[in-house]
């Protein structure tokens, strides 16, 4: 394991030992650093009425048990207190380690031994083997009491708040959009469990239309046959309008009251908030319009939708009113409320993320998007390409509209609204412009970039660099469109589209923990994320700050040959059915060179640190009207490298508060792979120029154009083998065209620039 404590802030000795006291650890100023080891070691073990027998059970040497070691003349060398703290953090001399020195070393350990003081506050705020930090450990476990007041630690705010009297409620807040058009404003059904506190508080909100459920059956017959030809687009020029939304006013008298009505019973909820909670974070999870209990229809990722979940914001800080119940007669205010709110969540949650934080909206103080979208064209379209998510192929927006429309799922709801929902489902389904894979008015609508100005929250991404599902462009097209004064952070993982709040190598949690009790809690601390935090892909469980995403002003170039090659964009029908059947048996036999493609090798003269949006130099023609092009970049050769899905290290061992939602501890794998796919990327040569532009491809007539692969980090070294792949269709992510045509490649015009971080 490695220990990166980006959570950790620096402090002086002074604020040290006040914090420590505190948390009942004492440090008289006539005893020695051994004695004051004995006592801190003592205090770790409270739950023992003997200590002594703790003490026994450890070790200060190969042959001295720790009790003999205090009570001994044996003096306190760095080597002896590695020991001691390896095994307050859960580690097991003679079974997770031998040479205490050697180890020490391969886990990178923070802690250099000098001040014992300061050493043993870098203790607590060290993660333990099974992934808490031990502060975190020893409070789960009754080291102070749980009062429901807030206690901090390194800028960090304490599990002290109970779980077991916290308030469950339900209420309904009335939004500024009719999306169904039945003349009243939409009521959003709002779930919320807050923590008792005789104040107010912050919450973490996860927009979500999935917390109410999903209509799978609906969505899976919505699903597209991928099997079908690459069209021939008419040409011209695509305009747009920035979007336009109409809002509706507050209708009616409400009696204002103190309680709500409705208690909330089991949801699922989002581990990072189940941290938060019992830190005196309130969670908010917030289904939206069209879900089940809520009102109005499913607009799928455009402001109307934004604009509802922008809404409970805005009742949280007394702007917007909220009703007990769908009569709308009686009125709650949030008066538990501080008014400041991060958001949470993966995927389409951390979308929502994203659009909320471009409406300006004042209370939004953090945006955590995990893998999120910033403009839905680059998630269902690509360069004037139809093209699926990854390991969804034939899904559209008209299918997850679908799957998230869950106020169908109560019949009486469906009896009422189902016909309204028809029309707009209809009117969707004509826009998505799905036979061409043109960008339009529907898409710009659903385009959070245009509004990244407005941002004003504290920004911080998650994302993987093989996540083939929200690909990594979206990422990055965010975290260069914010306003340059934003704080913005970027946590870029070698992960596919999963979550990092439970990875052993990455204090992520408790990272966020201190960034929101400073933004949201008021915390007086010099928490500062660095601006890019990198999951090196050389070696397990290593991260790196890096200052800038991509901006590289130096290029590795590499000319693609001094040829002439043909792909063949048929297949057999054989061939073609069984890569329709199985995409992952079209991409296996893709890396190995075996489908209709060009494959140009490189062996690197020198390392490679790829930082950014490679770019392919293309000079070639189509044998017809039309034509697509496909590229993959991979490190090629057998090596050990970071596999995508993390794996469990320890079943439910995270504590998340004091003994309740323990979370698995995980971990991305590091083992023995043929290849690895850096990046990839897909473009219709119609749209080789310009997004809103759609062009005639002559037949059998050169064209030169470049365009880009996702962007990325990775490193090579000097020797390694990179491999381009080109070839047309795509049974992943693209129409899977079987017209019989080629393109020609020019490799000796052709050539790859890579954004490189080595000179």
């Known amino acids: 394991m490695r220990y990166n404590q980006y959570s950790y802030t620096p402090e002086t000795n ?44 450890l070790v200060a040497d190969s042959k001295t048990d720790l009790l003999s070691f205090f009570t001994s003349h044996q003096e306190l060398t760095a080597e002896t207190f590695y020991i001691i703290a390896f095994q307050l953090l859960e580690f097991v001399p003679f079974v997770d380690f031998d040479d205490v020195e050697k180890f020490r070393k391969d886990v990178n350990f923070p802690i250099i031994y000098g001040n014992l003081l300061e050493n043993l506050y870098q203790l607590l705020n060290t993660r333990t083997k099974n992934g808490n930090l031990l ?16 206690h901090y630690f390194n800028g960090k705010s304490l599990a002290t708040f109970t779980s077991h009297n916290a308030i469950r409620e339900v209420v309904y807040v009335e939004s500024c959009v009719d ?3 039945d003349s009243l404003p939409d009521l959003i059904k709002v779930s919320i469990i807050r923590p008792q506190f005789d104040g107010k508080i912050p919450a973490v909100m996860t927009a979500s239309p999935y917390h109410q459920g999903t209509n799978d059956k609906a969505s899976d017959k919505a699903l597209y046959n991928m099997n079908v030809d690459l069209i021939k687009k008419e040409t011209g020029q695509i305009t747009v309008h920035d979007p336009e939304l109409h809002l509706v006013e507050p209708q009616g008298q409400a009696t204002l009251v103190e309680q709500t009505e409705e208690t909330l019973g089991h949801i699922g909820t989002y581990t990072l908030n189940d941290y938060l909670l ?16 809520s009102d109005g229809l499913m607009t799928s990722g455009d402001y109307y939708q934004i604009e509802a979940y922008k809404n409970v914001i805005d009742w949280l800080n007394g702007r917007c009113r909220a009703f007990t119940d769908h009569t709308r007669q ?10 400041k709110v991060a ?8 979308t929502l993320s994203n659009g909320l934080a471009t409406t300006g909206v004042d209370g939004l103080e953090v945006i955590i998007a995990e893998a999120g979208i910033s403009s839905w064209y680059n998630y269902y379209r690509e360069n004037g390409l139809v093209t699926s998510p990854g390991g969804y192929p034939g899904e559209d927006f008209d299918s997850l509209t679908e799957l998230t429309y869950s106020r169908n799922l109560l019949a009486g709801e469906r009896l009422r609204h189902d016909a309204e929902y028809q029309k707009s489902l209809k009117t969707l389904k004509a826009n998505l412009e799905r036979e061409t ?34 690909k990594p462009l979206n990422v990055y097209n965010m975290f260069h469109a914010l306003p340059q004064d934003i704080k913005k952070h970027l946590f870029f993982h070698n992960g596919a589209h999963v979550y990092m709040n439970n990875w052993q ?35 397990a469980q290593s991260w790196l700050s890096l200052k800038n995403f991509g901006n590289q002003e130096h290029y590795t170039h590499f000319n693609l040959g001094s040829t002439t090659q043909d792909i063949q964009n048929a297949y057999s029908e054989t061939d073609y059915k069984r890569f329709s059947k199985t995409y992952q048996t079209f991409k296996n036999e893709l890396f190995d060179g075996k489908v209709n493609q060009v494959t140009v090798d490189f062996t690197l003269e020198k390392d490679l640190f790829l930082n950014g949006l490679a770019k392919l130099n293309l000079r070639l023609k189509s044998s017809t009207d039309k034509g697509l092009i496909s590229a993959q970049l991979l490190d090629l050769g057998q090596a050990k490298r970071l596999t995508p899905i993390p794996g469990v290290l320890a079943p439910k061992v995270m504590d998340n508060g004091r003994f309740y939602m323990l979370d698995h501890l995980m971990e991305l794998p590091f083992k023995e792979t043929p290849h690895r796919v850096i990046t990839k990327g897909f473009l219709n040569l119609q749209n080789r120029n310009d997004l809103l532009t759609v062009e005639e491809v002559t037949p059998d007539q050169w064209l030169e154009f470049s365009f880009e692969l996702q962007p990325t980090i990775y490193k090579m070294k000097i020797g390694d083998t990179l491999r381009l792949v080109l070839y047309t269709t795509d049974f992943e992510h693209t129409v899977r065209d079987n017209t019989d045509y080629h393109l020609t490649i020019d490799l000796a015009n052709s050539s790859l620039d890579v954004p490189d971080m080595v000179k």
């Open 343 to 350: 958001t949470t969540g993966i995927s389409y949650l951390g």
């Open 135 to 150: 502060i975190d450990k020893l409070v789960s476990n009754g080291l102070i009491p749980e009062d429901n007041t807030y």
């Open 278 to 293: 019992p830190r005196g974070f309130a969670n908010l999870y917030v289904s939206g319009v069209g879900t089940k209990d």
């Open 437 to 470: 894979g043109d960008y339009n008015q529907f898409w710009h609508d659903r385009n959070y970039l245009i509004h990244a100005h407005k941002v004003k929250a504290e920004v911080v991404f998650t994302h993987g660099s093989q996540d083939w599902n929200v």
């Open 330 to 339: 009686r009125e709650i205010k949030a008066t538990w409320s501080n008014g």
């Open 14 to 57: 002074e604020i040290i030992l006040a914090e420590m006291e505190s948390m009942g650890f004492s440090f008289p100023s006539n005893h020695s650093d051994k004695q004051h080891l004995e006592t801190f070691v003592r205090r770790t073990f409270f739950n023992y009425k003997n200590t002594d027998y703790a003490l026994k059970s």
């Open 179 to 181: 999306t169904d058009k």
């Open 505 to 539: 190598s990455i204090d992520f949690r408790e990272s966020m923990n201190a960034l929101l009790s400073k933004k949201l809690l008021g915390y007086n601390s010099h928490f500062e994320l660095p601006t890019v935090i990198w999951q090196d892909n050389s070696q």
